[in-house]
Structures are given as structure tokens and as C-alpha cells.
């Protein structure tokens, strides 16, 4: 699962990255932007996974002005030391960061080879974009829709000035050019998977396939509409094989990435990759596999985050069309909370409104519940008995074949137990290898917070606008062992919002209904 601030979960140290491929073939490798594979430690920093060169934040969000991700924490980074600015869009850096380099190798005609990698953070919210781009959106009639196309805007003229220069200097055909996102969007924050079902945090199509592209004229040729499974892994010794290095990759390591050039050259539309692992979440006990056009999902289908619906794009003002007057009800406490405190230090506030209201879709917050508990998450087996044994509205075995049903609205499980069997044993053979993992939704009680961090926060929701900060770095001692970690010193992120949540509810209240019964009663007595 996506591991919060102020989490000590990392990508593990075994697993070899592309970036320390390509250092070691004289490379200059750059990251900009969203690194978010760990910054407890040292060691987890991307300027220790085959960075040379590392601009911008560590952590998985923040406040794009303020750079803070909360608790008064800074997050926004020259390779391991704090770039302070308060003021400037985070896209509006990123996009100045990654010009300057691709600009200065591009011009150098003898520099070495290079490998940027761009990882915006936005569009993740909060949804924070200068007025200019938001009135290239203004045909968009709902706020978080058009706030959220706004920031793609700014991404989008980021790219636009990079594919400039290297057309300009000549270098765009010597240039490969990759494009993916990490996963789905979340249609409450303004994003759109339709004609997907689902979205970010589930496992529906709508959050686990994302669009994408390689361009790479001298390795491949011309444009092809690439038909066969992809998987964000294939990178690596896809890009490998681009620059004649697949040799380069230790024999000793075993990827779970497919070198795709050979099916990219012949324009096929199968391709090698017959099967992809898509997921597999411990602690929600979540697993998704996908052979072929079958594609099955075992355990919960949708956590933290509840989407389980198709989201149209809205003709309204409304964020879900056609919506149920719980989904308007849902929306009308959200603009109530932002009335309150800006939608920037009320984020997390949101999810949990967002979770609680779509709970009742699936049966109630009963079902998203999690199952495993400790610190440390060893690998098991989905148990298939078990989750074929829940009933009721929420679905916990589901097979859908996405070449008929590439919207996933027909669950064919049980007309196909023995496919789902054989596909969730591939699956678990997949995971047979799998390292134990650290929980990723806890929160360590030693790590850095703001001077002004304290239960004054539960009323005045500061969040990611402390007048007053702490640089959010490593925070755990080189020597510390996750294994041996001791429960007592870290708590669940959802219980660290509890406090907070209490107050917004009373504010709320008073705000909204103890003081305007108060003023007509004011009113009443004064027309008596």
C-alpha cells in the first residue's frame, strides 16, 4: 500500500533500479520531482539508488506553495539538503529544474549520455494551480475538475518546453521519451479514468491501468498502437536493450520486468508478456492477477479508498453525475469543511469523509476492515474458502474477461471456479519470493514535527500551512532494524486523525446548525 508521512517504509534495498544500471555505463541520472520510496533513512534517498542528482520532494505529497506535507514538516530537496521557498508552484520549480538540465546536455554536444527521470507531483492534490491555468479550464463546469486539469496544464507546458529544446539543438531523434503514471487518479480530487470502473487504491482497471508511451524513433520506428500487456517493471530491461546493454544486467538478479523490444520492432499486438502480477497488498489481504484477457481479484477490491463505480465526466457542478443524494450530501460537508479550513489542510479529513460515505455502497465500514495486524507483514496466501464465503453487496472473488467486459461489470467467478483457482495459483507462484514488508500506513511517534505541531492543530487545522517548519529528512538511526521495531512506537495513521476529525464534526455542527438556530432565534424575538 502507499506509505504516509512520516512512515518507515521503503522499496527494498535488494531490488536493482534502472538508474543504477545506466550510472554504471557512464550515464548522468537526475531525479525530479516525487521520489516516495522511502526517506526514513539514509540509504532509502535517492541519491543512494543510482541518483547522482536529486530535486524535489521525498515524500508521496504536500502543499505545492508551502512545500509542507504537514506537522510543520518541509519536504522539498537539492539532492539531501532542504531548498527553502514558500512562494513558487512545485511545478512551476520542477518544470525550471528539468529544463535546466535537459537544456545543458542537449547544447553540450560532448557531454555524457543521460537519464532524467521526471516525476511530477502533481496532479496529486491538494489542488493548487495559478489563476493562468485556470482559466485555460474554465469550459469545465465542476471546481475539482477544472483545478485538476488546470494543474495537468502546467505539467503539460513543463513537457512541451523540453520536447522544444531538444527538437531545437537536434537531439529529440537521439532522445527516448517514456511516459506512465504510478496508478489510476482519484475522482473526488478531479480525476478521470472513464471509461475505466475504479480508481486510485483499487483494483479495478480504473486503478491499475494508466495511459502511456515510448518514443523512440531510432529503436522502433514509427507509431504503433502497442496492443500487448505492459507492465511499469518491463522499463528496465526494455530501455536496457534500447541502448545495446542487456548484457549490463547482473544474471544474478531476478526481474520481474520483460525486455518488450523485440514485440515494439515487429509492431506486435500480443506481445511476450502473457500474464502480469498486478497486485498484492498484505495488509488489506488484496490480490489481483491478470492472464491473457482474464483478469481475477481476491480479497478486498477497493482500500484505502473506496471507487467502485464508473465515473463519467461531469456535465454539472457535481463531481459524480448523475449521483446519488448521498454523493451530493458527501460533496455539500466537503464544501462545509472548506469553509471551515482551506482544502489544503484538510486532506486526509476528506479521505476519511470520502471513505465513510462510499462504505455504505459496498456494506458499511464493516467491510474495510483490515485483516492483518504487527508491524512487520510476512507473505500468505490469499485464503479462497474464506473470501468465497462473504456475502452480500461487496464483492471479494471476482473474474471478469476484459476483452468482453473491458468495463468489469460482469463478475464471471462463479461460472468459472476452476479459472479462478488456476489463475490465483499463477498469481501466488508469482509471490512466492516475496520479502516481508513493514506496514506502510503507520506512523513513527519519534519522527520530526514543526515547533507549532501540538493538539492546537485539531482546532485551528494548520495542516501543511505551519507558520514554522522542520526539514523532513531520514529520521531513524543508521543501526535501526525494522524486524525488531517495537509496536508502542508507532501508530495508525487513521488513529492520528482521529482527534482532528472530532474537531472539524463540532465545528461543523456549531457552525452550521447550533449558530444558525441560535440567529433565528435572534430573529423570532425580535419580530414578536
Given at each position: 500500500?502507499?506509505?504516509?508521512?512520516?512512515?518507515?517504509?521503503?522499496?527494498?534495498?535488494?531490488?536493482?533500479?534502472?538508474?543504477?544500471?545506466?550510472?554504471?555505463?557512464?550515464?548522468?541520472?537526475?531525479?525530479?520531482?516525487?521520489?516516495?520510496?522511502?526517506?526514513?533513512?539514509?540509504?532509502?534517498?535517492?541519491?543512494?539508488?543510482?541518483?547522482?542528482?536529486?530535486?524535489?520532494?521525498?515524500?508521496?505529497?504536500?502543499?505545492?506553495?508551502?512545500?509542507?506535507?504537514?506537522?510543520?514538516?518541509?519536504?522539498?530537496?537539492?539532492?539531501?539538503?532542504?531548498?527553502?521557498?514558500?512562494?513558487?508552484?512545485?511545478?512551476?520549480?520542477?518544470?525550471?529544474e528539468a529544463l535546466k538540465i535537459v537544456t545543458k546536455h542537449a547544447t553540450?554536444?560532448?557531454?555524457?549520455?543521460?537519464?532524467?527521470?521526471?516525476?511530477?507531483?502533481?496532479?496529486?492534490?491538494?489542488?493548487?494551480?495559478?489563476?493562468?491555468?485556470?482559466?485555460?479550464?474554465?469550459?469545465?463546469?465542476?471546481?475539482?475538475?477544472?483545478?485538476?486539469?488546470?494543474?495537468?496544464?502546467?505539467?503539460?507546458?513543463?513537457?512541451?518546453?523540453?520536447?522544444?529544446?531538444?527538437?531545437?539543438?537536434?537531439?529529440?531523434?537521439?532522445?527516448?521519451?517514456?511516459?506512465?503514471?504510478?496508478?489510476?487518479?482519484?475522482?473526488?480530487?478531479?480525476?478521470?479514468?472513464?471509461?475505466?470502473?475504479?480508481?486510485?487504491?483499487?483494483?479495478?482497471?480504473?486503478?491499475?491501468?494508466?495511459?502511456?508511451?515510448?518514443?523512440?524513433p531510432k529503436q522502433i520506428g514509427g507509431n504503433i498502437n502497442y496492443g500487448?500487456?505492459?507492465?511499469?517493471?518491463?522499463?528496465?530491461?526494455?530501455?536496457?536493450?534500447?541502448?545495446?546493454?542487456?548484457?549490463?544486467?547482473?544474471?544474478?538478479?531476478?526481474?520481474?520486468?520483460?525486455?518488450?523490444?523485440?514485440?515494439?520492432?515487429?509492431?506486435?499486438?500480443?506481445?511476450?508478456?502473457?500474464?502480469?502480477?498486478?497486485?498484492?497488498?498484505?495488509?488489506?489481504?488484496?490480490?489481483?492477477?491478470?492472464?491473457?484477457?482474464?483478469?481475477?481479484?481476491?480479497?478486498?477490491?477497493?482500500?484505502?479508498?473506496?471507487?467502485?463505480?464508473?465515473?463519467?465526466?461531469?456535465?454539472?457542478?457535481?463531481?459524480?453525475?448523475?449521483?446519488?443524494?448521498?454523493?451530493?450530501?458527501?460533496?455539500?460537508?466537503?464544501?462545509?469543511?472548506?469553509?471551515?479550513?482551506?482544502?489544503?489542510?484538510?486532506?486526509?479529513?476528506?479521505?476519511?469523509?470520502?471513505?465513510?460515505?462510499?462504505?455504505?455502497?459496498?456494506?458499511?465500514?464493516?467491510?474495510?476492515?483490515?485483516?492483518?495486524?504487527?508491524?512487520?507483514?510476512?507473505?500468505?496466501?490469499?485464503?479462497?474458502?474464506?473470501?468465497?464465503?462473504?456475502?452480500?453487496?461487496?464483492?471479494?472473488?471476482?473474474?471478469?474477461?476484459?476483452?468482453?467486459?473491458?468495463?468489469?461489470?460482469?463478475?464471471?467467478?462463479?461460472?468459472?471456479?476452476?479459472?479462478?483457482?488456476?489463475?490465483?495459483?499463477?498469481?501466488?507462484?508469482?509471490?512466492?519470493?516475496?520479502?516481508?514488508?513493514?506496514?506502510?500506513?503507520?506512523?513513527?511517534?519519534?519522527?520530526?514535527?514543526?515547533?507549532?505541531?501540538?493538539?492546537?492543530?485539531?482546532?485551528?487545522?494548520?495542516?501543511?500551512?505551519?507558520?514554522?517548519?522542520?526539514?523532513?529528512?531520514?529520521?531513524?538511526?543508521?543501526?535501526?532494524?525494522?524486524?525488531?521495531?517495537?509496536?508502542?512506537?508507532?501508530?495508525?495513521?487513521?488513529?492520528?486523525?482521529?482527534?482532528?476529525?472530532?474537531?472539524?464534526?463540532?465545528?461543523?455542527?456549531?457552525?452550521?446548525?447550533?449558530?444558525?438556530?441560535?440567529?433565528?432565534?435572534?430573529?423570532?424575538?425580535?419580530?414578536?
Amino acid at each position: 500500500m502507499p506509505f504516509a508521512q512520516g512512515s518507515s517504509l521503503h522499496l527494498n534495498l535488494s531490488f536493482s533500479l534502472l538508474p543504477e544500471g545506466l550510472k554504471k555505463l557512464g550515464y548522468k541520472t537526475h531525479a525530479v520531482g516525487k521520489w516516495h520510496l522511502g526517506q526514513s533513512k539514509e540509504e532509502y534517498l535517492p541519491t543512494n539508488r543510482g541518483f547522482k542528482h536529486f530535486y524535489g520532494l521525498l515524500g508521496g505529497g504536500f502543499n505545492h506553495i508551502t512545500k509542507q506535507s504537514g506537522q510543520g514538516r518541509y519536504d522539498f530537496w537539492r539532492n539531501q539538503q532542504p531548498e527553502y521557498d514558500n512562494t513558487t508552484h512545485s511545478t512551476t520549480l520542477i518544470n525550471a529544474e528539468a529544463l535546466k538540465i535537459v537544456t545543458k546536455h542537449a547544447t553540450a554536444k560532448s557531454s555524457n549520455p543521460f537519464f532524467l527521470y521526471l516525476s511530477h507531483p502533481a496532479p496529486h492534490d491538494p489542488l493548487q494551480a495559478p489563476q493562468k491555468y485556470q482559466d485555460m479550464c474554465n469550459h469545465i463546469p465542476s471546481y475539482r475538475r477544472r483545478m485538476s486539469c488546470a494543474m495537468v496544464a502546467m505539467v503539460d507546458e513543463g513537457f512541451g518546453q523540453l520536447i522544444k529544446v531538444l527538437r531545437e539543438t537536434g537531439e529529440l531523434e537521439n532522445t527516448i521519451i517514456a511516459f506512465s503514471t504510478d496508478n489510476g487518479g482519484v475522482p473526488y480530487a478531479g480525476a478521470l479514468n472513464y471509461p475505466n470502473r475504479g480508481g486510485k487504491s483499487t483494483t479495478y482497471e480504473g486503478g491499475v491501468k494508466v495511459p502511456g508511451f515510448i518514443y523512440a524513433p531510432k529503436q522502433i520506428g514509427g507509431n504503433i498502437n502497442y496492443g500487448g500487456l505492459f507492465h511499469v517493471s518491463d522499463f528496465f530491461p526494455t530501455f536496457m536493450a534500447m541502448i545495446n546493454a542487456t548484457h549490463k544486467i547482473e544474471k544474478s538478479q531476478e526481474l520481474n520486468g520483460l525486455n518488450q523490444l523485440p514485440s515494439l520492432i515487429k509492431k506486435e499486438q500480443t506481445g511476450v508478456r502473457q500474464s502480469v502480477h498486478i497486485h498484492r497488498d498484505i495488509d488489506r489481504d488484496s490480490q489481483a492477477y491478470r492472464r491473457g484477457p482474464w483478469k481475477v481479484m481476491v480479497g478486498h477490491h477497493f482500500l484505502p479508498l473506496i471507487f467502485n463505480r464508473i465515473y463519467n465526466e461531469t456535465k454539472s457542478g457535481w463531481l459524480v453525475e448523475g449521483g446519488t443524494w448521498r454523493d451530493k450530501a458527501m460533496e455539500i460537508l466537503m464544501a462545509g469543511m472548506d469553509l471551515i479550513a482551506p482544502p489544503c489542510n484538510t486532506i486526509f479529513l476528506q479521505y476519511i469523509l470520502w471513505v465513510t460515505c462510499d462504505s455504505f455502497n459496498v456494506g458499511g465500514l464493516q467491510s474495510t476492515q483490515n485483516v492483518s495486524s504487527g508491524l512487520m507483514q510476512d507473505y500468505f496466501k490469499s485464503d479462497l474458502g474464506y473470501w468465497k464465503s462473504r456475502d452480500g453487496v461487496y464483492p471479494t472473488v471476482s473474474l471478469f474477461n476484459l476483452e468482453e467486459d473491458p468495463q468489469e461489470t460482469t463478475n464471471l467467478a462463479s461460472k468459472h471456479p476452476d479459472l479462478v483457482e488456476t489463475l490465483l495459483a499463477e498469481a501466488e507462484k508469482e509471490m512466492k519470493n516475496a520479502p516481508s514488508m513493514f506496514r506502510g500506513d503507520v506512523i513513527y511517534n519519534k519522527s520530526p514535527r514543526g515547533p507549532d505541531a501540538g493538539w492546537t492543530n485539531f482546532v485551528t487545522h494548520l495542516g501543511s500551512e505551519h507558520p514554522r517548519v522542520i526539514p523532513f529528512g531520514p529520521f531513524l538511526p543508521a543501526d535501526f532494524k525494522m524486524e525488531e521495531a517495537n509496536e508502542d512506537d508507532f501508530q495508525r495513521l487513521f488513529d492520528t486523525a482521529k482527534p482532528e476529525a472530532y474537531s472539524m464534526i463540532l465545528q461543523m455542527f456549531l457552525v452550521y446548525i447550533v449558530l444558525p438556530l441560535i440567529l433565528l432565534r435572534r430573529l423570532l424575538k425580535r419580530l414578536k
